[in-house]
């Protein structure tokens, strides 16, 4: 019908072009909100260098890690999970369930962006921040401890987005069940610890218990800890590590996305 024919490219340009305005109208939101930024960039890098600097062992070969120093790969790299973390299971759902709150996805569905737009617009922007994050670990690595960048980069790379995936992925189904904004951040925490743990944040995963370290090989903190450090240090990652990755990746994502609740 030509009716039909000439209107389908005019409704996909507006959608467009209402997808541009949405992004860059909660960019601004995202950048005005302080405590975003600091947890999710200036906190994690800020640890980096007060830990890396304040305890002498952390800068000295470690038998434990392989002769690799703290600072070499295991410091970094679990300041990377951290922000990941902070934005999944803290930034992600307590945004969305703000808006759920508000009725702000109710009246978005009248307008040319669809409620699933701002999902997709809040996932792009906690991406960018996580790249940043990591650029920023890496810098501040080399400038500060003079640790070398990941050798294996295109696999760090790899690694990175399939863990950032699975993470956002279990974000977006915590904001499908919580019930309110203020709920979001202490459910969030009470997921986040126990997935820090077994990713290594406070005992590195050589020093576990072998159960333990075989239960953080299915989980997405640990196989997205591991992987990352053995990109970062120039091997190749554990094909197993990689597989959860992907599985937690496409699966955690999927029943987000389905499970979510609009009103």
Request: overall charge positive; hydrophobic content about 55%.
């Amino acid at each position: 019908m030509p009716g039909t024919t000439s209107m389908t490219p005019a409704v996909s340009s507006a959608r467009r072009s209402a997808l541009r305005t949405l992004l860059w109208t909660e960019t601004k939101l995202y950048l005005r909100e302080p405590l975003t930024t600091f947890f999710t960039l200036a906190l994690p890098v800020g640890l980096l260098l007060i830990l890396g600097s304040a305890i002498p062992g952390f800068r000295d070969p470690d038998p434990n890690l392989g002769g690799e120093r703290v600072v070499d790969t295991h410091l970094p790299v679990m300041m990377i999970v951290l922000s990941v973390m902070i934005s999944a299971f803290s930034a992600i759902p307590a945004a969305l369930a703000v808006y759920r709150e508000r009725g702000v996805l109710r009246r978005m569905s009248v307008t040319p962006v669809a409620p699933r737009s701002l999902l997709l617009t809040q996932l792009l922007l906690n991406l960018a921040t996580s790249i940043v994050a990591v650029l920023l670990m890496i810098v501040a690595g080399a400038l500060v401890f003079g640790t070398r960048p990941p050798g294996q980069f295109p696999l760090f790379a790899l690694t990175f987005l399939l863990g950032l995936c699975g993470l956002f992925g279990l974000g977006l189904c915590l904001a499908a069940v919580v019930p309110s904004s203020r709920a979001a951040g202490g459910i969030g925490s009470v997921v986040t610890f126990p997935l820090l743990f077994l990713a290594g944040m406070w005992v590195p995963r050589e020093l576990m218990p072998d159960i333990l370290r075989k239960i953080g090989d299915f989980t997405p903190t640990g196989a997205f800890g591991q992987a990352m450090r053995d990109a970062w240090a120039g091997t190749t990652p554990d094909a197993l590590h990689l597989v959860v990755l992907a599985v937690w990746a496409v699966g955690a994502t999927a029943l987000g996305v389905r499970a979510f609740r609009w009103e």
